[in-house]
Antibody, heavy 124, light 112 residues
Framework: EGQLVESGGGLVQPGGSLRLSCAAS????????MDWVRQAPGKGLEWVGR??????????KYAASVKGRFTISRDDSKNSLYLQMNSLKTEDTAVYYC???????????????WGQGTLVTVSS | DIVMTQTPLSSPVTLGQPASISCRSS???????????LSWLQQRPGQPPRLLIY???NRFSGVPDRFSGSGAGTDFTLKISRVEAEDVGVYYCMQDTQFPITFGQGTRLEIK
């Protein structure tokens, strides 16, 4: 069974940077799309962005709220996904989850594995 | 962006009784490939989200059959036939027909 473990969260000042990591195990990481989803304290879920797999040339997509400030990358040799967050704002405060987006046969698309999340707090 | 609107936002239910959550999208979720990418997620207190239902009505592996999904186009429903204590949490509908992926505001299911 697949497992995802996020790390790298913490307290950062507005305008600062932080890099989150997501370590994957139990499945062929390189064959899967991987996403970041965040959740502000006491709030709902917000999609952040996606890294497609090698077969899709590792293309990325981002939410408008983070485009130009956040960058998703991956290292398939380390089974790891990353989220580089620059120019952080107080509204970026949230628990950040990585999630596997399964692109299955019969066009079965869904988020099947989620990590436990890592908390990012942007505050002065 | 497609806006997902859930009702109710809070649902107190008696154990053993049914529960129903509605989700409406601001535009049709039918993809150009003919499929509808509407999922339901459950988030128990202190836990990450967990997939329950995908493509409107397909129950994910390990999900009890008391959970069912239905709907089409812009209107969707999640039903729990008999609520159990472990069902307490927040339920989200989610569309991945079109970028950006968007979620409903969440419906909090609580036991009366």
């Amino acid at each position: 069974e697949g497992q995802l473990v996020e790390s790298g969260g913490g307290l950062v000042q507005p305008g600062g940077s932080l890099r989150l990591s997501c370590a994957a195990s139990g499945f062929s990481f390189s064959d899967h799309y991987m996403d970041w989803v965040r959740q502000a304290p006491g709030k709902g879920l917000e999609w952040v962005g996606r890294s497609r797999d090698k077969a899709s040339s590792y293309t990325t997509k981002y939410a408008a709220s983070v485009k130009g400030r956040f960058t998703i990358s991956r290292d398939d040799s380390k089974n790891s996904l990353y989220l580089q967050m620059n120019s952080l704002k107080t509204e970026d405060t949230a628990v950040y989850y990585c999630a596997r987006y399964r692109v299955g046969a019969s066009r079965d698309y869904y988020f099947d594995y989620w990590g436990q999340g890592t908390l990012v707090t942007v505050s002065s | 962006d497609i806006v997902m609107t859930q009702t109710p936002l809070s649902s107190p239910v008696t154990l053993g009784q049914p529960a129903s959550i509605s989700c409406r999208s601001s535009e049709s979720l039918v993809h150009s490939d003919g499929k509808t990418y509407l999922s339901w997620l459950q988030q128990r207190p202190g836990q990450p989200p967990r997939l329950l239902i995908y493509k409107i009505s397909n129950r994910f592996s390990g999900v009890p059959d008391r959970f069912s999904g239905s709907g089409a186009g812009t209107d969707f429903t999640l039903k729990i036939s008999r609520v159990e204590a472990e069902d307490v949490g927040v339920y989200y509908c989610m569309q991945d027909t079109q970028f950006p992926i968007t979620f409903g505001q969440g419906t909090r299911l609580e036991i009366k």
